[in-house]
């Protein structure tokens, strides 16, 4: 089944602890993308990346990192969280080429205390 | 600056009439336009798109119209169903480098279809 998957699905955690939500896709899709939901501001892009090893800044790329190492993996970094980047993460991917649409994941809601 | 905007947070029609959504951009070298539905609990999903060499895109119950001089676009159900009760978000995006790589949403209208 040609999906995106994201772990946790679920987080709660403290400002400072460094931690990793995982996005992996199946679908051999060159680009993928981070977003976040907040309530009255929709979703907002993060960090995206065209291909393995080639990543760029979003709209809200400030407090996150991203790598893109193999091509299925998207990992989000949070360093040193804080409680501001308490919010619904969503992982999404597609391939090259005219007009296509993005898959997203199932989201990860992250609470930074 | 709100490049995609959809004005009404909520919206609410009885079951089998029509439900129209709304959104409006800014910017100009948007062409093309997504809807996506996302259900409590899930990411959003893909529901219907159009390019901006058209006005109208149809797939089952599901109509979009693109109306590029008033940088405005629309969503048409019919008949709406209970199981359409989600929230829709319209994004936009400029087709460049081979790809429409990044998405511009809108915040999104919550659309409640009552039985």
């Known amino acids: 089944e040609a999906q995106v998957t994201q772990n946790p699905r679920y987080l709660i955690t403290v400002t400072g602890k460094k931690l990793t939500v995982t996005c992996s896709q199946n679908?051999?899709?060159?680009?993928m993308s981070w977003y976040r939901q907040d309530p009255g501001l929709g979703l907002r892009q993060i960090y995206y990346s065209m291909n393995v090893e080639v990543t760029d800044k979003g709209d809200v790329p400030e407090g996150y990192k991203v790598s893109r190492k193999e091509k299925r993996n998207f990992p989000l970094i949070l360093e040193s969280p804080s409680p501001n980047q308490t919010s619904l993460y969503f992982c999404?991917?597609?391939?090259?080429?005219?007009?296509?649409?993005?898959?997203f994941g199932p989201g990860t809601r992250l609470t930074v205390l | 600056d709100q490049q995609v905007k959809q004005n009404s947070p909520s919206l609410s029609v009885q079951e089998g009439r029509i439900s129209i959504l709304n959104c409006d951009y800014t910017?100009?070298?948007?062409?093309?336009f997504l809807w996506y539905k996302k259900y409590p609990a899930e990411g959003p999903t893909f529901l219907i798109s159009i390019s901006s060499i058209k006005d109208k895109n149809e797939d089952g119950r599901f109509t979009v119209f693109l109306n590029k001089s008033a940088k405005h676009l629309s969503l048409h159900i019919v008949p709406s169903q209970p199981g359409d009760s989600a929230v829709y978000f319209c994004?936009?995006?400029?087709?460049?480098?081979?790809?429409?790589?990044?998405?511009?949403f809108g915040k999104g209208t919550l659309l409640t279809v009552n039985p």
């Open positions: 910017n100009s070298m948007f062409d093309y």
């Open positions: 994004a936009a995006s400029i087709f460049s480098g081979g790809s429409n790589y990044k998405l511009t």
């Open positions: 999404a991917s597609t391939t090259s080429g005219f007009y296509n649409e993005q898959f």
């Open positions: 679908m051999n899709h060159e680009y």
